[in-house]
């Protein structure tokens, strides 16, 4: 069982577009982090959000964590083909400050052709 | 500041023999994670460590699989015994003390044949 559920698995999309990935949990979350992660390379960290309700917008990234922390989204403005990557959530398990594992959502693959 | 470093990038093992990663973490940093990333499975975690100790390993396979965080140097992830269903991507993470922002090395990938 896949404790973080990523939707869409797979986005194909124009240069220019809007979309949103969402990433959906039964289980609460003391933090919340996205990551692109590029063939053949490791996760980068884009974002981490904290507090149920937040917004953080990186350019043209906004990323919102739900106000009871067991989802989160992200939304890009006016795609371009260097945000093709594979998008991975991941969240800290609820359990104060364990500070340990991350539980990883499978991904959406995005793909902005020219 | 150099990011978190992994060694070698690919290596290659028939089976039965022993595969051996390395993982520096970032400056700083004193808390390293292990994953390994199947194709369609996504990354899964193995295990925790701090300097000298090993804080979680639930992730990891009790047997062939051990992991290390000496004193000195890098993190080990040993494999003994390497089987075809250990080829995979595997993963070091670092972070600082006090917040759960992991930082990852570019892999290691492990093909057994």
């Known amino acids: 069982t896949q404790l973080l559920e990523q939707s869409p698995q797979f986005l194909s999309i124009q240069e220019g577009e809007n979309l949103t990935v969402y990433c959906n949990s039964s289980?609460?979350?003391?933090?919340l982090q996205w990551y692109r992660q590029e063939p053949g390379e490791g996760p980068v960290l884009l974002v981490t959000v904290v507090t149920g309700g937040e917004v953080k917008k990186l350019k043209r990234l906004t990323f919102q964590f739900g106000d009871a922390r067991k989802d989160s989204s992200l939304h890009i403005t006016a795609a371009q083909p260097g945000d093709t990557g594979l998008y991975l959530c991941?969240?800290?398990?609820?359990?104060?400050?364990?500070?340990?594992?991350?539980?990883f959502g499978r991904g959406t693959q995005l793909t902005v052709w020219p | 500041n150099a990011g978190v470093m992994q060694n070698p990038r690919h290596l290659v093992r028939r089976r039965g023999q022993e595969a051996r990663l390395r993982c520096s973490p970032m400056k700083g940093h004193s808390h390293v994670y292990w994953y390994r990333q199947l194709p369609e499975e996504g990354l899964k975690f193995m295990v925790y460590?701090?300097?000298?100790?090993?804080?979680?390993e639930s992730g990891m396979p009790k047997e062939r699989f051990s992991a290390e965080f000496p004193k000195e140097g890098p993190s080990i992830l040993r494999i003994q015994q390497v089987v075809r269903g250990d080829s995979a991507a595997y993963f070091c993470?670092?972070?600082?003390?006090?917040?759960?922002?992991?930082?990852f090395g570019p892999g290691t990938r492990l093909t057994v044949l």
């Open positions: 289980s609460v979350f003391s933090s």
């Open positions: 991941a969240g800290d398990s609820d359990r104060g400050s364990t500070l340990g594992r991350l539980y």
């Open positions: 993470a670092s972070r600082q003390a006090t917040y759960n922002e992991q930082f």
């Open positions: 460590l701090q300097k000298e100790n090993i804080i979680d």
